[in-house]
Structure formats: structure tokens, C-alpha cells
């Protein structure tokens, strides 16, 4: 076999599954050296060297996880620094690419629509580019109005000064809709708890950043019409309203007599902190109680919830909504005896089937076999461990606080947890392999025993 030149070879390193991946490396080293200037932080340089790292990774994959405290570990510099790796992290940097070439140039040549393509899960090359402004017009949209919402909250009650409540809701606005749980106060946003004010406009940002650009853009066009909704649309809309449902109300159930969660709280708060409960283990990773606190139930429904995750193309990470309900739908035609997996009046392909298990399994895989790692290297629990992982694999950013109390190693594990979670693992995984061929030939089948 003659092996690739190096224009092949070149070929092979820019297809666009595998730009992705290499640019995200890009923009966390860039933001870690950023994290690592003197202006960025308040300890010394040695200090600083683990946590710029973790925190790049953390922000750049839109997670939130920690391994220093946000509020008093970095400087103003530094906390824009964060802002701005969550921003490009939630929007894509290959996305991001596209719109400012777009801006500069005025064209796209087929290299970088294939690009875009990949990263936003267009349909077709023609979506791309009307997909692309309407995630810019959508991103803005959302962030400067709950910016302006969350001000008015934050100097009405909490901040005696403008620029103080001004650069607060223009920090938790771009984190609620990028789904990264970072926050401006060392306990997240217990301070805030219960104030619906300030926790329900967040939860609703949240919620669309996880639900996807191409469903936003679908339902900007035809919200009226759930009838003419494409499959990939119904099953994200319904799919995250009845496990927002879910969450909430196993939340509230689980949570409600806990005295060091919802039990010490009036009726009005445990309902506002239990509706945040059933969102923010989605993707969202702002908590408003402490989840060292919680119960072992409210632990394992999270810990489901952070794995399955948000949308496709979405700035929420997990296996998706999507394939979730796929694979029930798998389970259902078997059940039933149907020779194929159908939603609605459509059928689904055997390839895009295939894809949903694949993503599943290396999901589980990568989960459990971190989860293992982990805890050979640590004394915590097996439950935390597992919720730990199960949120940087999710990039929620939930944490019981055994990060901060994590050794280095252990703390890698969770970096590539987290870097794997929103690049993807099927993205991941089509980037290592080989050039694919097509089979001159199909071997005989044969029927080994299932179950």
C-alpha cells in the first residue's frame, strides 16, 4: 500500500473533524499562558501554574469546575480572561473562526463551511451560513437582556455601585447562556438562593444555551407548527422539557425535609431552588446549595441528568438529549418486534443508530473507567467520585468540593474528562482513526446469541 505524501498527510491533519479537537487545544494553551500572566491572578507564578491550566481547560469546554476559588484567586484581568474562554468555548472556535472570516471576507470556501458544518451540526452547507448569523444575533440577543435583568437585580439589592453590579451581570450572563458554572462569589450562588429574581432568568438562559442553535433557529421560524418540527427538534424540545420536569420534581421530592438544603427554607424558595435543581444538572453547573449536602438520591438523579446532558450543538455537553431518547427508541421497536426504529412517521437510518450507541458506550466507558482511576488515586467515595466525573465529562461544573481537594493527577484525569466531553467523543475518536475505504467485499453473517 503507497503510503500518503505529505500533501496527504496534510490533508488527513486539516479534514475538519480534525481541526476541531487541535483548535481546541490551541485556545486552551493560549488561555492558560493568559491565565498564567501576573495580571491574572493574586499568588505567586508557581502557584498559579495547575490552576491556569484547569481553569482554561474548564472554561475553553464551558464547564465550571474548580480547583481555586474564582472570586478571590483571580483578578479582574483574569476573571475577563475566563469570560472570554467561556464565550469562545460556548460559541465554538471553529464556529467563531468562520464568523469573523465571514465578517473580514464576505465569502466561505468549502473548507471552512465543512468546518462550521461539523462543529454547529448543520444539515447542509447551505444552513451554515444563515446558521451562523442567526447564533450571533441569538447569543447577543440573550446575553444583553439578561445582562440588563441581572444588573438592575444586583444594584437594586446587592451592590451599593454601578460598575459592580454591571461587570456581575455581564459575568453570570455569558455563563448562564454558555452553560459554565463559574460565578463571582466563593460559594457560587448560595448568597443568591431562593431569589427568583436573579435565579430564574439565569435558569432560562441556561435552558436555551442547552437546547442548540439549530433548534433555536428551527423554532424562531416555526415555534407555531410543532406539527411540521423536524425529528431532531421534537426530540430535543420534549425530550429537555419532561427531564427538566423530571429533575425538578425529584428535586423538591428528594430535597424538601433535608435541613441542610431545602428543609431550613420557606415554600417559596425550596420551589424557586427546586426548579434550578432540575435545570442546572443539565449542563448549567451554578447550585445555589451545597451539593456536599445533599442526599445520596439527589446525588445519583444528578449524576443521570449531567451524563445525558443538553442538545446537539449546543453549548451543553453529555451524550445529548437526542441520543438518550434514541436509544429508548431502540429499546422500544425491539420490545415491540418492529424490523425498524421508528419516531412518528419517519424512520431512523441504521447509521445514525450505530452513531447514538457508539457515542453511548465510549460515554459509559470513559466515565466508569475514570471514575476507577480516580478513586486508586484518592480516599473520596465512590458517589462522589462518579458525580465528579459524570460533571466534567458533562461539562456541567457541579461539584461535591473534592476538587479543590483533588491531587494533580487526578486532576488531569478530569481535564481530559472535560476536554473529551465538549469536543465530543465520536469527534474524538473519527479524528484518531485512519482514512476510511470502502469494503470490496462483505464476509458471511453469522448469529451469536444475545441476552
Same mark, same amino acid.
Given at each position: 500500500m503507497r503510503k500518503p505524501g505529505f500533501a496527504g498527510a496534510a490533508r488527513l491533519i486539516l479534514h475538519p473533524v480534525r481541526i476541531l479537537p487541535l483548535a481546541f487545544v490551541a485556545g486552551i494553551t493560549i488561555g492558560a499562558c493568559l491565565l498564567l500572566l501576573p495580571a491574572s491572578h493574586y499568588s505567586s507564578t508557581d502557584d498559579a501554574v495547575m490552576p491556569a491550566l484547569f481553569t482554561s481547560v474548564s472554561a475553553a469546554t464551558v464547564t465550571g469546575l474548580t480547583t481555586v *476559588?474564582? #472570586?478571590? $484567586?483571580?483578578?479582574p484581568f483574569g476573571q475577563t480572561v475566563i469570560l472570554l474562554l467561556v464565550e469562545i468555548g460556548g460559541l465554538g472556535i471553529m464556529t467563531l473562526a468562520t464568523m469573523l &472570516?465571514?465578517?473580514? =471576507? &464576505?465569502?466561505?470556501?468549502? +473548507?471552512? !463551511?465543512?468546518v462550521a458544518q461539523a462543529e454547529m451540526h448543520a444539515v447542509s452547507l447551505g444552513d451554515v451560513r444563515p446558521l451562523l448569523r442567526r447564533v450571533a444575533v441569538t447569543m447577543l440577543a440573550f446575553q444583553g437582556v439578561l445582562t440588563v435583568i441581572l444588573t438592575i437585580r444586583f444594584r437594586l439589592v446587592y451592590f451599593d455601585d454601578l460598575p459592580t453590579a454591571l461587570w456581575h451581570g455581564v459575568f453570570h450572563a455569558v455563563m448562564a447562556f454558555n452553560n459554565a458554572g463559574f460565578a463571582l462569589t466563593s460559594d457560587n450562588l448560595v448568597a443568591y438562593v431562593g431569589d427568583a429574581w436573579l435565579i430564574f432568568p439565569i435558569c432560562v438562559a441556561v435552558y436555551a444555551g442547552a437546547i442548540g442553535f439549530p433548534v433555536m433557529a428551527e423554532l424562531f421560524q416555526g415555534w407555531r407548527m410543532p406539527r411540521k418540527w423536524t425529528i431532531h427538534t421534537r426530540l430535543t424540545v420534549w425530550g429537555s422539557l419532561g427531564l427538566f420536569v423530571i429533575g425538578a420534581l425529584a428535586f423538591l421530592a428528594v430535597e424538601w425535609t433535608n435541613p441542610l438544603t431545602l428543609g431550613s427554607m420557606g415554600g417559596w424558595h425550596r420551589i424557586v431552588t427546586g426548579i434550578e435543581g432540575g435545570i442546572m444538572p443539565r449542563s448549567g453547573g451554578f447550585n445555589s446549595i451545597d451539593y456536599g449536602d445533599a442526599r445520596p438520591e439527589t446525588l445519583g438523579i444528578s449524576t443521570v441528568m449531567m451524563f445525558i446532558g443538553g442538545g446537539s450543538a449546543s453549548t451543553a455537553g453529555g451524550i445529548k438529549v437526542t441520543t438518550f431518547l434514541l436509544l429508548a427508541y431502540v429499546i422500544l421497536a425491539e420490545l415491540r418486534g418492529d424490523p425498524d426504529v421508528m419516531i412518528g412517521k419517519r424512520s431512523i437510518g441504521m447509521q445514525t443508530l450505530r452513531q447514538a450507541v457508539t457515542i453511548a458506550l465510549l460515554a459509559v466507558m470513559l466515565v466508569a473507567t475514570t471514575t476507577l482511576i480516580i478513586l486508586s488515586m484518592t480516599d473520596f467515595s465512590m458517589? *462522589?467520585?462518579? $458525580? @465528579?466525573? #459524570?460533571? /466534567?465529562f458533562g461539562t456541567v461544573g457541579l461539584s461535591t468540593g473534592i476538587t479543590f481537594d483533588m491531587p494533580v493527577n487526578a486532576q488531569f484525569v478530569l481535564m481530559v474528562l472535560m476536554f473529551l466531553g465538549?469536543? &465530543?467523543?465520536?469527534?474524538? #475518536?473519527? /479524528?484518531?482513526?485512519?482514512? !476510511? +475505504? /470502502?469494503?470490496?467485499?462483505?464476509?458471511?453473517? @453469522?448469529?451469536?446469541?444475545? =441476552?
Open positions: *476559588d474564582t #472570586a478571590t $484567586f483571580w483578578t &472570516g465571514l465578517i473580514v =471576507g &464576505g465569502r466561505l470556501g468549502l +473548507r471552512t !463551511r465543512l458517589q *462522589d467520585v462518579l $458525580f @465528579e466525573c #459524570a460533571s /466534567a465538549r469536543v &465530543g467523543t465520536i469527534t474524538v #475518536a473519527s /479524528a484518531l482513526t485512519l482514512r !476510511r +475505504r /470502502a469494503p470490496r467485499y462483505h464476509l458471511p453473517e @453469522e448469529r451469536p446469541i444475545i =441476552g
